[in-house]
């Protein structure tokens, strides 16, 4: 297996809503990356899990929470967002820090 | 210090043709240039990387120049298809951060 999956494609949610999006690799990746892609703008990095443990966390609003329950997984947990948040979320991984990002294909998350 | 610059914004160039694609920096201590390919609405794909320890990399028709007083690097196309349509974006970052930092893309449309 030589992919990372995400879950959903596309997620709708309201600003008082409670949602989960999803990332998994079984490539033995031991690093793992949430970004957050506005259109026609480049990635920004947004969390980085090394080994399961949170290593870089680039100024996110507390509405969006990271979690790495095990090395094969990668959760964002978000509360109470804004219109603004809407964009294309994107899980990436790599061997480990040092190592090339493969992505996944992205959730595309709509705040209403 | 931390920027990639990337130019052009939007090249257009026809099915056959050579496409190229610079970068420039301004942190010496970066150590690894990836470059991505992004079709709409997917995730971005790693198309191929160099260290500054090289000064060319070439993958099939993909090749990156490297110019390390300069800064600079840059991404050519040879033989460009229609299927090479898409957004590039180059990056770059500095051992065992796993922080990329993109450059702003380049949006490319190769004409038949």
């Known amino acids: 297996d030589t992919e990372v999956t995400q879950t959903p494609k596309h997620l709708v949610m309201g600003m008082t809503n409670k949602k989960s999006l999803k990332c998994e690799q079984h490539m033995g990746h031991r690093a793992m990356y949430w970004y957050k892609q506005k259109a026609k703008k480049p990635p920004e990095l947004m969390f980085v899990y090394s080994y399961e443990k949170l290593s870089i966390n680039e100024s996110v609003p ?29 899980c990436a991984s790599s061997l480990d820090l040092t190592y090339e990002q493969y992505f996944g294909p992205g959730t595309r998350l709509t705040v209403t | 210090q931390q920027q990639v610059k990337q130019s052009p914004q939007s090249l257009i160039v026809q099915k056959g043709g050579i496409s190229i694609i610079n970068c420039a920096y301004e942190n010496t201590a970066f150590d690894y240039f990836p470059w991505y390919q992004q079709f709409p609405g997917k995730g971005p794909a790693l198309l191929i990387a160099i260290r500054p320890d090289v000064s060319e990399k070439k993958e099939g028709r993909f090749t990156i120049s490297f110019n390390k007083s300069a800064k600079q690097f840059s991404l050519h196309i040879m033989d460009s298809q229609p299927g090479d349509s898409a957004t590039y974006f180059c990056a770059a970052t500095r051992g065992g951060t796993g922080k990329l930092i993109f450059g702003q893309g380049t949006t490319l449309q190769v004409k038949p």
């Open chain 1, 62 to 90: 507390s509405r969006f929470s990271p979690e790495c329950p095990n090395s094969s997984l990668l959760n964002l947990h978000l509360h109470a967002l804004q219109p603004e948040d809407s964009a294309l979320y994107l």
